[in-house]
């Protein structure tokens, strides 16, 4: 099984969903794809809750995971019948009933026994050689969502790679690969093309923001590739992390 996750970037638009049509389409093999919200989406239900809760703080942590997940939600729903109508097959698997966590919203703790036990139960009873599934968002034993801490998609990729023992994960971008620096600001920048796990933290400790620091420990604990690629332009090498 690989595990590809796109980003918001990756689904902001029509176009980017045909782009990961496209991907997908010259992909062999199993396949879990993790989607995250659609461009900007999460921000805009954030500010949606900001504004309940002018009104009436308690609960705030809790009523913000119930509706900022929506996000992931109704992207997946998209991306899955998408791909589906174009001769994709695939499963649209509801994270929230795999992933479980404790309930510290906003920044929920993974339960990996539980999720482990309900996800090889799942991917038993639903056979596929496609699923396609949400970042960023699980749900307490009781049945309420959770989510993982902003840009938590890589986290949930990574996670989901740990317990499927997966061959890579691939995090598609709207970026080359890691670059040296900010090529938004450094004229110099270049494509990193291969770095190891302890460079990659090195780099997300300094503050470089390409990837969410909890994604390299769960990979690294299998030893587990992880791959950063161009979605515009996925016959780019990209960056490979591994050791
Ligand atoms: N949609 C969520 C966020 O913007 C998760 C993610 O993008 O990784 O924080
Ligand atoms: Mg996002």
Redesign the pocket.
Known sequence: MHVFKF??ASVRDAEGIRNIGRIIAQTDGRLMIVV??MGK???ALEGLVRALCEYDLSGFDALYDQVVST??LQSTRIVSAYLNNCGIANEWMDITQIIVTDDQFRQANVDMDMTQRLLKGYLKTHPARIYVTQ??IAGTPDGRRTTLG?????YTAALLANLLNAESVTLWKDVPGVMSADPLRDRNAHLLPHLTYDETEQILAQGAQII?PKTIAPLREKNIPLYVKPFLHPEEQGTVIKN
């Open positions: 980003g918001g995250s919200a989406t999460t921000n996000g992931e970042g960023f902003r840009e938590g998609s890589d969410h």
